[in-house]
């Protein structure tokens, strides 16, 4: 049965691999992006969420069978938290109700292996505690010190832990609103290309997330994982984080954290 799903950063790299992969599975997909997507709104912003969450709720007629949050910045940009969180978080909380009309709805956020490395604590409980004006001043402090390379880690980190305690919170759970998140390791895109042609930084990055099974992914093969997730025969698996990193968790973390 064809479901209805949205999938913020649809226009390229995974989110776009998602896009394609769910149409041939039959399932019409709501794509939001900057451009060249069904709905083009602009994430970093609070005017931009409300935007595509009101277009959303529109063109679904209020009832939404999945998310697919896939939409992120990489690089030390002031802009970072507020698309990789808040874009995530305030889309997911403002599509509630209409997640809840569905028989079998479904969160999945795409985090990162690099949610487990070293981040700002005091970043993470900032977006955490959703005060915009600290992360602002925060964020613009990392960068003036340096520290700019921490925003993504931090970003991520808070998007695990707001998926993990949302997942049991009332209103989710016991409306059948399964959240999940899908943490990939390197994967072979717009937001790596750069990285991975640079031999200094592959080499770097190679230490940094050691992939022994198969080596760097494909979007599509992201893609693949998010079609499990987004199943109606999915049904008791919620607040978890699967790594799809071809075991660069495994090897980098003790065997007993699990």
Same mark, same amino acid.
């Given at each position: 049965?064809?479901? *209805?799903?949205?999938? +913020? ?6 989110? $776009? ?16 992006? *900057? ?7 602009? *994430?970093?912003? $609070?005017?931009?969420?409300?935007? $595509? ?9 209020? @009832? @939404? ?13 002031? *802009?970072? !938290? ?6 995530? +978080? ?13 028989? &079998? =709805? ?26 915009? &004006?600290? @992360? ?16 993504? =880690? ?35 895109? !717009?937001?790596?290309?750069?990285? @991975?042609?640079? =031999? ?31 199943? =109606? ?20 973390? !003790?065997?007993?954290?699990?």
């Amino acid at each position: 049965m064809s479901r *209805l799903i949205v999938v +913020t950063g649809s226009a390229s790299g995974i989110g $776009a691999a998602v896009v394609s992969h769910l149409e041939a599975l039959g399932d019409r997909v709501i794509g939001v992006d *900057l451009a060249n997507a069904t709905i083009c709104a602009d *994430l970093s912003s $609070a005017e931009g969420r409300a935007a $595509a969450v009101s277009e959303v709720l529109s063109q679904s007629g209020g @009832v @939404v069978d999945a998310v697919v949050t896939c939409a992120g910045l990489s690089g030390p940009s002031p *802009l970072l !938290p507020f698309v990789n969180y808040f874009g995530t +978080t305030e889309l997911i909380e403002g599509l509630r109700s209409a997640l809840a009309a569905s028989a &079998a =709805p479904r969160v999945v956020l795409i985090g990162s292996i690099s949610g487990t490395q070293p981040s700002d604590p005091a970043l993470v409980a900032a977006l955490l505690g959703e005060d915009e &004006a600290s @992360v602002a001043s925060l964020t613009e402090a990392a960068i003036a010190d340096g520290r700019g390379t921490q925003l993504y =880690p931090s970003s991520k980190s808070a998007v695990t832990q707001w998926a993990r305690r949302t997942a049991v919170s009332p209103g989710w759970a016991d409306a059948g609103i399964a959240i999940n998140v899908i943490a990939p390791g390197v994967v072979l895109s !717009p937001m790596t290309a750069g990285l @991975v042609k640079d =031999p200094a930084m592959k080499k770097i990055m190679d230490a940094a997330v050691p992939m022994p099974l198969h080596g760097y992914a494909e979007p599509e093969d992201l893609a693949r994982v998010v079609g499990c997730f987004v199943s =109606p025969e999915l049904t008791h698996v919620t607040g978890q984080v699967l790594y799809v990193d071809g075991g660069a968790e495994a090897t980098l973390r !003790p065997a007993d954290r699990f």
